[in-house]
């Protein structure tokens, strides 16, 4: 099989992506940096490149702001990366319901 089976989102595709997508894809609420690093278990400097390289595709959206006198970042998924995860997961749930190829087992 060559190429991305159809319906896969290349920029998705990725696992700390993947990751990020499906804790802000829970719902429309702003998701603070600190418990987006938490869930997925990446470093500051992965969410930072992998978040940045989501909003840059319209993914999701970034705020940043401080608390008192601490900066703080957020961010949430847009109706795009709603769209796009949702079609990422559905393609990912036919493969896994796709019954085998009879005709690809090595021979013994």
């Known amino acids: 099989m060559t190429g991305t089976p159809e319906g896969l989102d ?3 595709h990725a696992l700390p992506k ?3 997508c499906a804790l802000l894809a829970a719902g429309p609420q702003w998701v603070e940096f600190r418990t987006v690093r938490e869930a997925t278990g990446l470093s500051d400097s992965m969410v930072s490149k992998h978040s940045r390289a989501l909003e840059d595709t319209g993914y ?3 705020r940043k702001g401080g608390v008192g006198r601490r900066p703080r970042t957020w961010f949430r998924m847009t109706p795009l990366g709603q769209a ?3 079609r990422h997961i559905a393609a ?3 493969l896994l319901q796709r019954e085998p190829d009879q005709d690809t087992t090595p021979d013994a």
Do not use: K, N, T
């Open 60 to 62: 999701i959206e970034i």
């Open 92 to 94: 990912l749930q036919r």
């Open 18 to 20: 993947l990751s990020i």
């Open 10 to 12: 290349p920029v998705i």
């Open 84 to 86: 796009r995860y949702s």
